[in-house]
């Protein structure tokens, strides 16, 4: 029987990547730093995981330079790699299996491409995946489609209805939607997520992709 799914891309914090904790911890040093030490509260700075990161630095720093600012955020952020992201449980596990079935898997994200690779080296996975497109790599970012379509031509699949795309956030549902794909969101994050979103799947255990892949 053939597989579900030919192609599964992937957001990468929060749902491969847990970098919660780096990022607030990169957001209160910038606060202590460019705004005179006052820090947004941790509950807001968990939904800077998702979008570009300088339209999160545009907001929480208005009038400042985002373009430092995001040069600083790297800077501050690199160290904390190896001390503190993390991969989730049984994630590689389930990852090897989907590759054994057959299935190509990539990375579809608003982070750099340069820091992205240096994450997956960090958890372990960077032998994982066949594409990798990351914020650079485009001219449109998620929500547009323009990654997951980069990311299809590159693997060779071309049919829409054989690709999921799986994230953590309202973002990467929308993500998916605007691609005309699949979409399962993950529900191991801090973020809540509103009963409007409604994706194909969810999920809260890597195991459960399993399941809904097979």
């Known amino acids: 029987m053939p597989n579900k799914y030919d192609l599964i891309l992937f957001d990468m914090d929060g749902t491969i990547a847990n ?7 990169t957001m209160f040093e910038l606060y202590d730093l460019y705004r005179n030490g006052i820090r947004s509260p941790r509950e807001k700075c968990y939904y800077f995981s998702g979008p570009p990161i300088r339209e999160s630095l545009a907001s929480e720093f208005p009038g400042q330079d985002v373009e430092f600012l995001a040069k600083e955020f790297a800077r501050l952020s690199r160290p904390k790699y190896d001390t503190i992201v993390t991969s989730y449980p049984h994630c590689r596990e389930v990852l090897l299996e989907l ?15 340069n820091m992205s690779i240096h994450c997956l ?26 990654g997951i379509f ?3 031509k590159e693997t060779g699949i071309s049919d829409l209805k054989k690709v999921l795309y799986i994230g953590d956030n309202k973002l990467d549902d ?6 005309h794909i699949d ?4 529900a191991w994050g801090p ?14 255990d890597y195991f459960n992709l399993l399941e809904v892949i097979k």
Do not use: Q, W
């Open 19 to 25: 970098t919660d904790e780096l990022v607030v911890e």
């Open 174 to 179: 929308e993500t998916g939607k605007n691609a």
């Open 191 to 204: 973020r809540k997520m509103s009963d409007e979103v409604k994706p194909t799947y969810k999920i809260d």
């Open 183 to 186: 979409t399962c969101l993950v």
């Open 99 to 113: 590759k054994k079935m057959g299935i190509k898997l990539g990375v579809v994200t608003n982070k750099f491409r």
């Open 150 to 152: 980069k990311a299809m």
């Open 121 to 146: 080296e960090v958890i372990n996975l960077s032998d994982v995946f066949d594409v990798l497109v990351g914020f650079n790599d485009v001219k449109e970012h998620k929500p547009h489609p323009e």
